[in-house]
């Protein structure tokens, strides 16, 4: 499944783009996902919770590819 989640900030952290998205219900169960290495980020393992993603970036866990937008004036 494909999402794409606009922004209206410069970057999103990872942590709360897996929230902000809906695939993880709590800050904690965000945590876990990336710690355990389930979080790819553009293409590339990415255990760091909080790595700034911007408008282009793209993130996967499972089945779920989320690419970033920006709508930053």
Known sequence: M???ITIKTP???LDALLKF???AQTGG???IYILEGDVSYNGSPCTMRGKKC???DKVQIGDVSIT???DVP
């Open 2 to 4: 494909e999402q794409t």
């Open 11 to 13: 970057f999103i952290r």
């Open 21 to 23: 998205a809906g695939i």
């Open 29 to 31: 169960e965000a945590k």
């Open 54 to 56: 911007y408008p282009g």
């Open 68 to 70: 970033i937008a920006g």
